[in-house]
Every structure is written in C-alpha cells, then in structure tokens.
C-alpha cells in the first residue's frame, strides 16, 4: 500500500505545531498560526511557516513572538485580535496571504518606531497597502494604504 504523503507531512509538522502552540515558550504566538500551518499541511501546501514548523525553528518562532510581541505593545490588541484585524483567515492557504499579514504588523511595528500613536488595524481596502490608521502629533497623520492625509 503507498503512504500518503500529505499524512507523512502532517506527522513531521505535528512536533513544530505543538512547539508553535507553546504558550509557555512563545507566549504571543497568535494559535491561529498554528492553525493556518496544519491547513496548509493538510493541503500540501509548503510556505516559509510550514518550513519552520516542520523544521522545528526556534528561530523563526522567536522572531514571530517578538514580532507579535512589538506589535501587540504598539496596538494594546492581544495577538489573536491583531491577527485577525489584519485580515488574516487560517482558511485561506493562498501563498502570499501570511506574507500580506505580518507585512501589516511590521509596518505597526515601523510606525510604532517612528513615534506614531494610536495605532490600529483597519478593513482592508479595495487597494494594496497595509489598511492601518495612526496619529503623529495628535493628528490622525495615516489611513489606510499608509497614504497621509489632512
């Protein structure tokens, strides 16, 4: 009988979720994450996430943590309700969907950096661009797509 190898996956991944899902180690791991992994895994779907887990980067997972870490700070948002305002859905396996998301939390992260305050997700926008809105200065400065406004 042949063996599956989308099984034979999903048990490599298995180990790297419950690493992934370790609340104790990495404790602004959004669990949804995991979640999005073990749908790729089950599709057959390899990205840089599913790579790590299977590898089991603690790395890759450090950074992650520190990123949602960062993020969660600037927002005052819990990681999971960061998570989900940028959009994210652990059904949506596409490749570049992950990328979108946590190309969102670094530009909150950026922006955070640069002394913007008030920093919050937004619904996407019909354009391309993080959908995020901050103030500079007591004046809201940015909107979605990252564009200024008056």
Do not use: W
Request: hydrophobic share 45%; charged share 25%.
């Amino acid at each position: 009988m042949a063996e599956n190898p989308i099984c034979l996956d999903y048990e490599m991944l298995a180990g790297g979720l419950s690493l992934l899902s370790d609340k104790a180690r990495f404790p602004f791991i959004p669990h949804a994450l995991a979640t999005y992994a073990a749908a790729c895994a089950r599709s057959g779907r390899d990205n840089r996430l599913t790579a790590a887990v299977k590898g089991k980067r603690v790395k890759v997972f450090d950074q992650i943590n520190l990123m949602f870490q960062l993020a969660s700070a600037a927002t005052t948002l819990d990681p999971e309700e960061l998570l989900r305002r940028t959009d994210f859905d652990f059904r949506d396996i596409s490749l570049t969907r992950l990328d979108s998301a946590f190309a969102e939390v670094r530009s909150i992260i950026f922006l955070n950096q640069q002394g913007f305050t008030n920093i919050r997700p937004i619904p996407a926008a019909n354009r391309k661009g993080a959908d995020i809105s901050a103030v500079l200065n007591a004046r809201i400065a940015l909107r979605s797509g990252l564009n200024r406004s008056n």
